[in-house]
């Protein structure tokens, strides 16, 4: 089974209305090239940093204009249309990171909340505190669509293999990687770490991304790319500013990479037992 993919690049600002409407756009010209699923970024909704000007524009799922737009775009073009996240105001007060899936009459597949927290400390000053304002989500999900096993992750997951493995050993075929990846981290790690999760899971990896210098002041790696389950890069953005990045995905290609490097099925149970070294420094016997 084949099927084509986007991955839509955005550099969303602090106006939810403008990035609904930038998203229509770059996913009307998705579905112009063929594709039949399309991913849109991390925050899609609103990058804003300033909490106060978060929470002014925030809405609960059922008035949230992304939501809306989406399933609206998704019956109209007739795609599946995963919003990779947007900030959805919750009952107690936190946020939630959440994705969505909207199949081609509209309506909603799935919806998944970011796992793991990003609360760093980089150089230069860089400090992030997701947990401090977002509730993170308890469960992972795959989407049985008509062409593959799609299994869900938003950005700081991707440094959590144990996610990718227990969706692929529960057959997840393409992995799906929204993302806000800062410029700093993204230079580092981006590629790598995405085309690790491919190989190690023998899965495809979709990776649609925030790029470029946002009104709020961040600055974000971009570098949208969709990745087969050998590691190849079948298909990228740069990284600053709005792409569409399509790529024809053919499921056929897990088995075979798993037939090739049977990893999930070698797997093996092991126990751990931590040694202390003597306290003469000798070698124990």
Known sequence: MTFKAAAIQMCSGVDPEKNAADMARLVSEAAGLGAIYVQTPEMTGAVQRDRAGLRAVL????????VRTAASLAAELGIFLHIGSTAIALDDGKIANRGFLFGPDGVLINRYDKIHMFDVDLDNGESWRESAVYRPGAEA???????AELGFSICYDVRFPQLFRTQ???????????A????????????????????????????????????????????SMIIDPWGKVLASAGGTGEAVVVAEIDVAQVKAAHDKIPNLK????????????????????
């Open 168 to 178: 692929a050993v529960a057959g997840a075929e393409v992995m799906t990687v929204p």
């Open 141 to 147: 999900r795959i989407a049985s669509l008509p062409f």
């Open 59 to 66: 809405r609960d799922e059922s008035d949230d204009i992304i």
């Open 180 to 223: 806000a990846f800062t410029k700093q981290t993204g230079e580092a790690h981006w590629e790598i770490l995405l085309r690790a999760r491919a190989i190690e899971n023998g899965m495809f990896v979709i990776a649609a991304a925030q790029a470029g210098l946002h009104q709020d002041g961040r600055e974000t790696f971009g570098h």
């Open 266 to 285: 070698n797997a093996r149970e092991f126990s751990l037992e931590k040694i202390a070294a003597p306290a003469s420094g000798g070698v124990a016997a």
